[in-house]
């Protein structure tokens, strides 16, 4: 065995538990091997990781994101998600060249990775170079492309589905396995009905999962209602949409029948916090599906409605958002938002991770605990949902390798990753106005 060893550290249990304990990892197999208190010596180790007043947790899994809409950070801001789909976010989009996405999503894993997270979930469009970005940089996705329908003629919207349906077949275990996918329609208000009856179908025969936006808004639930005389998930459920392994964002709008419906099937919901409260969709009942036993994971939305992908501030506005929509501060506890930001994000969206356990993906995140925000450590769990920054993050490890060490980005090139995303940035808003 290739032992990589983290030392000296403090590790955070699946419990929310921490001990003092070593970490070592099997780099050939990528697991975790073993777990306690000065273990480093009983290995012949291969390399180590220094942990000497560090926190070694799960890596985060963003479990719904737009990573290459790290290009459109900061292009518009202030408006709801209608018309800001509509008049800023769609129109640049439209002018997207392949590698303006291949460029965006490098930008969006570096800052992924410099936050501690490991895995991630994205639905956009060009999944070739997605994967291609992924697969350089040793991080764990599960990707998809997404589909729209809404003001495409028949001919161009049976495209876009195949190509749906295409790259889901294409790419499934790619990367060595680090890289799965799912047949990604947007809504259930932009995707026409009859092609989500057939495509639906055709996921289901082939055994690919379904990743879409559900309950985002009321300007998106209202017609349905309106239209079938039925909720947003009954329809869905109709479809053949809410199954085990599907997994939903944002289901901010869900009264009690769909939450149970969401717990019966076992359908994960992914809260993206900071775009609800960013684009003023409102608050979704985390408290109340956690209580009815819903898979509920955490995602940073794309970075234009976010306006970062830092796992460490979404799990803090999961724990404030979730009090201020309950009317409770002991709702959505650090330990229920910490869980739902790792193993719950990673059970959501059918990958493994989301703790440290012996067995399990050695995908890790070595948290800095020796900063001024950070001191007193009354409570490291408290500190890990309400003060940690991901800036505090000092080492990354996926699949057993390391992806940063000691704040340094060791799988894709930093300096040039962010020089050719602003340069293409730039580009593609110049073609779009
Ligand atoms: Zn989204």
Not at 189 to 211: G, Q, W
Not at 214 to 224: G, H, K, L, M, R
Request: aromatic content about 4%; overall charge negative.
């Amino acid at each position: 065995m290739n032992a990589l060893c983290i030392i000296g550290g403090r590790v955070l249990r699946p419990d929310c538990s921490v001990e003092n304990a070593d970490v070592v990892v099997d780099t050939d197999t990528g697991r975790i091997h073993d777990i306690g208190e000065d273990i480093a010596a009983d290995y012949d180790v291969a390399e180590t990781l220094d942990a000497d007043g560090c926190l070694v947790m799960p890596g985060l899994v963003n479990a719904h994101t737009h990573v290459a809409m790290t290009l459109l950070r900061g292009y518009a801001d202030d408006k709801p998600l209608d018309s800001w789909l509509r008049e800023d976010i769609w129109p640049a989009e439209a002018e997207l060249e392949p590698e303006d996405v291949r460029a965006g999503t490098e930008l969006g894993l570096i800052e992924m990775i410099r936050s501690g997270t490991t895995t991630f979930a994205d639905m956009y469009f060009e999944v070739p170079e997605i994967a291609a970005a992924v697969e350089a940089s040793g991080m764990r996705a599960r990707l998809g492309h997404g589909i729209v329908t809404v003001a495409k003629d028949d001919a161009e919207a049976a495209t876009d589905i195949e190509e749906g349906l295409r790259v889901a077949r294409e790419f499934d275990g790619a990367a060595d396995g680090r890289i799965h996918t799912a047949f990604m329609p947007h809504s259930l208000t932009t995707v026409d009905e009859k092609f989500l009856r057939e495509s639906v179908a055709t996921a289901r025969e082939n055994d690919i999962p379904l990743h879409f936006h559900a309950n985002e808004t009321t300007d998106e639930v209202d017609p349905i209602v309106e239209e079938r005389d039925q909720r947003p998930l009954a329809f869905a459920d109709e479809l053949g949409m809410i199954s085990e392994e599907d997994f939903l964002a944002h289901g901010v709008h869900v009264d009690a029948e769909e939450i149970e419906l969401l717990a019966e099937h076992g359908t994960g919901v992914i809260h993206c916090p900071a775009s609800n409260m960013k684009l003023a969709s409102g608050i979704a009942p985390v408290q109340q599906m956690l209580d009815a036993g819903v898979t509920v994971g955490i995602g940073t939305d794309g970075a234009a409605s976010n306006n970062d992908l830092d796992m460490f501030d979404e799990l803090r506005d999961a724990a404030m958002l979730g009090k201020l929509g309950a009317d409770d501060a002991s709702a959505v506890p650090a330990e229920a938002a910490i869980t739902a930001a790792t193993a719950g994000s990673a059970d959501a969206i059918g990958l493994p991770g989301g703790r440290i356990e012996e067995g399990g993906v050695a995908d890790i995140a070595v948290v800095d605990l020796d900063a001024p925000h950070l001191a007193p450590a009354h409570d490291v769990v408290s500190h890990l949902a309400y003060a940690v920054r991901g800036s505090d993050v000092r080492h990354t490890i996926c699949d057993g390798q390391i992806l940063m060490r000691d704040r340094e980005v060791l799988t894709l090139d930093e300096e040039e990753v962010v020089e050719t995303a602003c340069e293409r940035a730039m580009a593609l808003v110049e073609r779009a106005e």
